[in-house]
């Protein structure tokens, strides 16, 4: 059934209401999880307040700083969610970040520093908070990331990124093999472009979203709300016979040739 009532679910990388973890999160909590709210911590504590206020209305009963460069901050982080939890039952991982310089010119110029960034917060990362999440998952679990079709096409300017998701979609791979056992199963979606705090600072999104919208089967891109609902599906026994996948949420664009 797609009721994921008594269920612990941690969603990782809202940044503002045009998050896709956001998106995620309103229909994990709509189908009835209990949420717990990871943020990037800053010195400020701004993000921290913003992203407080916009989660305030889905009543999550964790929130707590979750920055995956910072090894101290992800141990504490589990072990207040062991406290007050016990166990957890679903990841979201949805989060990426390179260099901007990175995302445009010759990938061959890429930095030693660079592409270990891009690699470090957008793939490592996954591995990172499977490892961490993996003895809390006492009853089983669902780990879904979120990918791009850059992994496997090379696209224009996605560049050190498209190597960073190429590698998360391994993980993912490596992950449900490793986890199976303990029936976590582990599974990526592919989304379309989405207009977001990330990609609207990538120069010419727009005009790759009105080349989907012109040339994918839907004659559309998708939604934050789309991307929650195919993730709600992944985290629910609906989806109990599916791990180690990677599931095209894109309005169909994939399957084009143009
Ligand atoms: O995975 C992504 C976003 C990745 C991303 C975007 C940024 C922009 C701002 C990671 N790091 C940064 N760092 C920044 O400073 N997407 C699938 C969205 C996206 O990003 C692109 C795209 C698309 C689509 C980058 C280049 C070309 C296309």
């Known amino acids: 059934m ?27 909590h709509k189908a009835g999880a209990n949420l717990g709210i990871t943020y990037l911590s ?13 989660v305030e209305p889905l009543n999550p009963t964790l929130f707590l700083p979750c920055n995956v460069q910072n090894d101290e901050e992800i141990k504490s982080t589990f072990e207040t969610v062991a406290e007050k939890w016990g166990k957890v039952d679903i990841l979201i ?55 791009y079709l850059g992994a496997v096409r090379a696209m224009p300017n996605y560049n050190v990124m ?3 998701k190429a590698g998360l979609e391994a993980s993912v791979r490596y992950l449900a093999s490793e986890l199976g056992p303990q029936n976590i199963r582990v599974n990526a979606i592919s989304a379309g472009p989405i207009r977001t705090l990330a990609s609207s600072a990538v120069g010419g999104i727009l005009d790759m979203i009105h080349h989907v919208e012109k040339v994918a089967p839907l004659r559309r891109t998708v939604t934050q709300l789309e991307v929650g609902n195919a993730t709600t599906f992944l985290c629910s026994d609906l989806a109990s016979g599916i791990t180690g996948h990677v599931l095209y949420v894109d309005a169909g664009y994939e399957i084009m040739g143009m």
């Open 2 to 28: 797609l009721n994921l009532t008594g269920k612990n679910a941690i969603v990782t990388g809202i940044a503002n209401n045009r998050s896709i973890a956001w998106g995620i999160a309103q229909q994990l």
């Open 42 to 54: 800053d010195e400020k504590g701004k993000m921290e307040k913003k992203v407080a206020e916009l």
């Open 93 to 147: 991982h949805c989060l990426a970040f390179a260099n901007k310089d990175d995302l445009s010119g010759d990938f061959s110029q890429t930095s030693r520093s660079g592409f270990q960034t891009a690699l470090e917060v957008s793939t490592y990362s996954l591995v990172q908070l499977a490892g961490a999440v993996k003895p809390l998952m006492t009853e089983g679990g669902s780990i879904v990331t979120l990918s």
């Open 162 to 164: 498209g190597v960073a």
